[in-house]
Structures are given as structure tokens and as C-alpha cells.
């Protein structure tokens, strides 16, 4: 009894260091979580014949008072933020393996100066975008409009090289903290420039989807 009992220990230690290895394993390499924004209801049109609602009556001689808006106020505590923060970097850290090329555009702005953007995708969706110079091609730096009306670069040479623009992107581990959205904002970056920004949720574990860019990426995009 005691030689079974010594060989059945002897087969469970390595059975259960084994299982608990792959499992610190398993966590190290899990893919970041997404959030992604539904589109907003549209709101019911009224009936024919009803007339729009009232605004409040006015005292005679005396005007109406400004309307005022809902007051956002950030009821997160900073130290939660703060404390949040090495978890957002790890997770950008995992997307600089695993962004994804998506589509080209091209695009006019309201002066009908010519764009031309890519979306970078992570599970599918736009994440980031980045922005290429109408006259050769190249990756913009945030900030920088050519002023362009013409475009001289076709849009499958860009989505062509695409794939290996992606390997030499890095998103960068600091970033800086949007109220309103409540999320990190990082840089991402290319031969010295700032060329795109990735958002990761206040909790530092969800990445966040970049609404306007996936629904320009798919009513535009080649």
C-alpha cells in the first residue's frame, strides 16, 4: 500500500504543476476585451398634424432663460484611475501584436480639400485610423493637413502597404486621461511621429472602438 501511495503521489505533483503552469500561461496571453458603441436609436418621428411640443411661457417684457445642458461630473475617483493605469498599459501592449489592416478610404472634407484615411481593425472593428498624404502616400503625423484638392497616390497602392506599416507601429506606454469619455488615450507612433491614438476604457482592460471611423470604413472604404 505504501509503494501505491508513493507512486500515485508521485503522479499527481506533476499532473497539477503542469495544469496550473498552463494556466498562468493561458492568462499571460489573453486577448484584450473590445467595447463596442451601438448606434443610437433613431428617435420616432410624430405624427401628421401634431404640432412640436412648447417651449415655457414668457413673462411679457422679460426674455426666456438660456437653455442648460445636463452637467457631466467625473464621479470616478482618481486613485481608482491612477491605480488603473499599468492594466491599460499591459493592454496596449498586447494590440501592438494583434491590430489588423482594414480598408482605404477617400474622403473631402467641407472646403473639399482630398483625404485619404486607413483603419487599423481589432476584432473586426476600427480602432484607430491613419491618415496619408494625397500626393505620395505617406503616413501623416497627427496634426498635419496638406491642404490638398488632388490626390496623385491610388488607394490600392496604400492598401497594398498597409500590412507592413502596421510592423512598424508602437503604441507608446504613457497616455493621458479623457474626461468625457472616461478612457486613456495613448499615442501611437512611426519613425519619430505621433500617427494615430488608441483609447482603452478607464478600467484599463476594454479597448475602445472608433465609432465615426468603422462607419466611414464601411460605407467608404476599398
Known sequence: MKKIFFFTTLLIVPLTFGYARNTIAQQN?????????????AVPSPEPGVPPPTGPAGIPGHPLPCPTGI??????PAQTL???????VVTTEKLNRLLAPGKIWFMRTPAGESEIKGGLLYQ??????????PLDGSVLPLGINPHEYR???QIQS?????????????????AEFIEPE?????PVAMDSKIVA????????IHVIQNYAANQEMIFYGQ
Do not use: E, M
Open 197 to 204: 491614438r488608441l483609447k482603452v476604457y478607464y478600467d484599463g
Open 82 to 88: 491612477l491605480a488603473n493605469l499599468p492594466q491599460a
Open 151 to 153: 490626390s496623385n497616390v
Open 182 to 186: 472616461a478612457c486613456w488615450s495613448f
Open 29 to 41: 496571453v489573453t486577448p484584450p476585451l473590445l467595447i463596442q458603441q451601438n448606434t443610437i436609436p
Open 158 to 174: 496604400i492598401k497594398s502597404s498597409l500590412s507592413s506599416v502596421i510592423g512598424k507601429l508602437t503604441v507608446l506606454p504613457a
Open 124 to 133: 473586426g472593428v476600427v480602432v484607430t485610423v491613419l491618415h496619408f498624404n
Open 71 to 76: 452637467p457631466v461630473v467625473q464621479t470616478i
